[in-house]
Structures are given as structure tokens and as C-alpha cells.
């Protein structure tokens, strides 16, 4: 913004930007799947520059003007999943926060948001929004054995897979707390690369993450895997649901922080060893290919993070 714009007409310009980015994200097929990754940065530049006051001021009134455009549930869906994640980046970027800071407390506030987005599904329409996907899920499943049916396929097979499908369901619906989390993630995420994109156009500083072949994460994750088992075992064994539960989501989480640092060792394998980057690649789709080679890779993760095999095996 020129320095003839006053902060009064800043506000209301990227409150209006963020309003029909928000109306394009609804009325516009394909391109508002895109554009509603970006409705949280303008808030997050208003916060920036005039502060968290008057970033949670323009997030208010962008949901007010929403409410009233489309509808006041498709408005909070909006604000909830992108528009306050632009405050808390902006917040912590004007506190001059660290890259690791800043991504962890604007994941923290969406995945409060996405708990109070379901929470009012639930209160308002009485909408269960997790168990209404798992039902889809169900009836897909339903419809391809059905198809598969009618294809002559042997029904044994078919009474077999059917077996196997309702289980791999029944877990989705413990995992409810982990889903909440990787959604809050992915939003996360999407703030981050656009905020990435869009704030050096208008001179503002998002410090940097380190190299991802430098990427640790602390040993609790590897007690916490291990505590997870003990007490998945426990709870099966004894019939202990809410303990299954609990230990099942706390066993996902390790294991996929155990992932990323199998990931980030491998990085740092290869670039010690210098590998090409079509190498790499290669190496990264046969990972993801075969389910015991994520598996390998995400406990060598855990176990690195008590370890430390940049340290103490590939030494100088």
C-alpha cells in the first residue's frame, strides 16, 4: 500500500479482498478450490501492519459481510478454516516469531478453529461432519462390491473384502482427533505457502525454515510411540476403549513425525553423499509405493530422534 492510504482505508480494501476471495471460493467451480487457500492472506497483512486488534476487528467484519452475501454457516467454514490462521500468522510475524513459532502457534489455533467448526455443525444443523464422511465412505464401499458383484466376481472374495473394509472404517471413526489435526495441518500449510508467495510482493519478512535435511524433533515422540503400543495392547487385551483411543491417535501422530525424520535423514544422506535429484525422486516414489518401506522409514524417524544417527554413525 502507498503511504497516501490511510490505515482506515487499508482495513477496508483487504477486508474487501478477503470478501470476495471468500465469494469466489464459493460461486466458482475449480478456481475457488485455489482461491480460498489465499482468503487468509490479507488478513494476516492487515495484522501485520496495524496489529492482532484489528486484524480480529476485520476478521469480525468480514464474517458479518459473508453471513449476509452466501450464508452464515459457508461464512464461518471461511473464517474458521482460513481467515484466522491469517491473524495468528500475522500476529506472530509482527512479533517477530521464528518459522518453527509461527507455524506450530497458527496450527495450534486451527485446529481450535476446526473443533469449533464441527462443534457448530453439530449444535446448529445437528450434523455429525466426521461420521457423515465415514457413512460416504461406507456406501462406496458398498457400491463397488456391489458393481463387483454384478461383474461375476466371486462372492467369497467379495465377503472376504468386506471383512477387511469394516474394520479399516471402525478405526477412522477413533482416529477422529488426528483427522481434526491433519486437516488443521493442511490448512496450515496452505496459509503458509501463500503467505510465502504473497508477502515479499508487499515487503513483509516470513523468516525461513531450516534445510529439511536438518529437520529434528524431540525424543518424546519415541517414548510416546513406545507408551502407545503398551497401551494399545492394554486396551485391547482388557477392553479398555477409551484407552485404545487414545493410545491409537498418539500412535499416528508419532508415527508420522517418525516419518518426517526418516524423511529428513534420508534427505541428509543424500546430500552428504551428493545424490541426484532424479535419484532421489526415484528413491522417494518407491518409498511411498510400498507400506514397509514407510514403515521402515518412520520407525528409523523415531528411533533417530533418540539417537541421532547424524551425530553419532556419520561423522566427519
Given at each position: 500500500m502507498g503511504k497516501s492510504v490511510t490505515p482506515t482505508i487499508e482495513g477496508g480494501l483487504l477486508v474487501a479482498i478477503t470478501v470476495i476471495m471468500g465469494l469466489v471460493a464459493?460461486?466458482?467451480?475449480?478456481?475457488?478450490m485455489f482461491v480460498e487457500f489465499f482468503c487468509a492472506v490479507p488478513l494476516a497483512v492487515l495484522t501485520v501492519r496495524q496489529g492482532v486488534s484489528k486484524?480480529?476487528?476485520?476478521l469480525v467484519v468480514t464474517m458479518i459481510l459473508l453471513s449476509i452475501l452466501i450464508s452464515p454457516l459457508l461464512a464461518a467454514r471461511i473464517v474458521l478454516s482460513f481467515g484466522i490462521c491469517g491473524v495468528a500468522l500475522g500476529w506472530c510475524v509482527q512479533k517477530n516469531f521464528g518459522a518453527v513459532r509461527i507455524f506450530l502457534t497458527t496450527m495450534i489455533v486451527a485446529s481450535a478453529a476446526q473443533v469449533l467448526s464441527l462443534g457448530l455443525l453439530l449444535a446448529i444443523m445437528d450434523v455429525n461432519f466426521i461420521e457423515t464422511q465415514i457413512d460416504l465412505v461406507r456406501e462406496s464401499f458398498a457400491e463397488s462390491f456391489a458393481m463387483y458383484e454384478a461383474m461375476g466376481v466371486?462372492?467369497?472374495?467379495i465377503a472376504q473384502a468386506k471383512e477387511q473394509v469394516e474394520p479399516a472404517i471402525q478405526t477412522m471413526t477413533f482416529l477422529l482427533p488426528t483427522i481434526i489435526m491433519l486437516t488443521a495441518l493442511i490448512n496450515t500449510l496452505a496459509v503458509w505457502f501463500t503467505s510465502k508467495w504473497i508477502f515479499p510482493k508487499l515487503r513483509i519478512k516470513l523468516p525461513l525454515f531450516p534445510s529439511f535435511a536438518e529437520w529434528k524433533f524431540p525424543a518424546l515422540f519415541f517414548y510416546v510411540a513406545i507408551i502407545s503400543i503398551l497401551s494399545l495392547y492394554w486396551g485391547t487385551t482388557r477392553g479398555w476403549t477409551e484407552i485404545y483411543e487414545i493410545s491409537l491417535n498418539m500412535l499416528v501422530v508419532s508415527a508420522l513425525?517418525?516419518?518426517?525424520q526418516g524423511l529428513s535423514l534420508l534427505s541428509w544422506i543424500f546430500d552428504r553423499y551428493k545424490i541426484s535429484k532424479f535419484m532421489r525422486r526415484v528413491f522417494y516414489v518407491l518409498i511411498f509405493l510400498n507400506m514397509f518401506f514407510i514403515q521402515l522409514v518412520a520407525i528409523t524417524g523415531l528411533i533417530d530422534t533418540l539417537f541421532d544417527y547424524r551425530k553419532k554413525i556419520f561423522k566427519d
Open positions: 464459493v460461486y466458482v467451480p475449480i478456481i475457488g486484524g480480529f476487528t476485520a466371486d462372492k467369497a472374495q513425525i517418525g516419518l518426517v
